[in-house]
């Protein structure tokens, strides 16, 4: 990464959170929300992590640190969770000990942004070491899959072809799922385990406790109820239920 003089360098308190450039489409800030919700969730414990959704990432890899690279959302490991203890407005390299994000995802719009080249370069500069692309409308038109996942290596992206993608240094994979609970079918974004597991939302894992507990009651009615016809057919053979027995 290029050094520049540190006193040169603006502070955070003097940059804008974002490029205020609005998206167009919903998606751009529904699926990374959708990440950083579940994330909330199964890192809870953990406070070395951030995860930023259409925040300015500043860096001084190009011409002009004051001017940020803003990723639809990323994922950092090993800074702090709240910095300190208060919410960032952005993302600086030079305050968070040059950590760059461990994983930067961008969705594709009608209006192509540069995310199968220029962007692609400004982040294999910054090192970060996996860039996802989510291009589920206009990949037939970008000729490009409708979700593509690269690895750096030695400075250089490699294209994945595994989904779920596991991602060793961050201890989590990700791929695509749709939940039959969406009434408008939407495709979403998804942490999963090694074993390739999905990690649910809050919704979906309240969701999954109500069916376990209703089936736990079926049975156990059903369990009743075959009890109860046992014992009545127990007393229409003179045999009273009440006084068998012990095994």
């Known amino acids: 990464m290029l050094q520049l003089d540190p006193t040169y360098l603006p502070s955070s308190d003097e940059l804008l959170g974002s490029d205020d450039i609005p998206v167009d489409n919903e998606d751009q800030n529904f699926l990374p929300n959708v990440l950083l919700f579940v994330l909330e969730s199964i890192w809870k414990t953990r406070e070395d992590w951030f995860f930023g959704v259409d925040m300015g990432v500043y860096h001084a890899t190009g011409a002009n640190p004051r001017v940020p690279v803003v990723p639809d959302g990323f994922l950092s490991i090993g800074v702090e969770r709240r910095k300190n203890g208060k919410s960032r407005k952005s993302y600086v390299l030079w305050e968070e000990n040059d950590i760059p994000p461990a994983l930067v995802l961008e969705v594709v719009s009608e209006t192509p942004g540069g995310e199968y080249d220029r962007k692609l370069n400004t982040y294999a500069k910054l090192g970060v070491k996996y860039y996802a692309i989510y291009n589920p409308q206009f990949w037939q038109r970008d000729c490009h899959a409708p979700l593509e996942i690269y690895a750096l290596d030695a400075g250089t992206y490699g294209l994945q072809t595994r989904e779920p993608y596991w991602m ?3 201890g989590l994979g990700l791929g695509r799922y749709t939940p039959a609970s969406d009434p408008f079918g939407r495709e979403r974004l998804g942490w999963f385990n090694e074993n390739s597991d999905r990690y649910l939302t809050d919704r979906e894992r ?11 009651r079926q049975r156990a009615e059903s369990e009743r109820q075959r009890a109860d016809r046992l014992a009545e057919y127990l007393r229409s053979q003179g045999i009273n239920p009440d006084n068998l027995p012990d095994a």
């Open 168 to 170: 060793p240094e961050i």
């Open 206 to 216: 309240v969701e999954s406790e109500r069916q376990r507990a209703e089936s736990e």
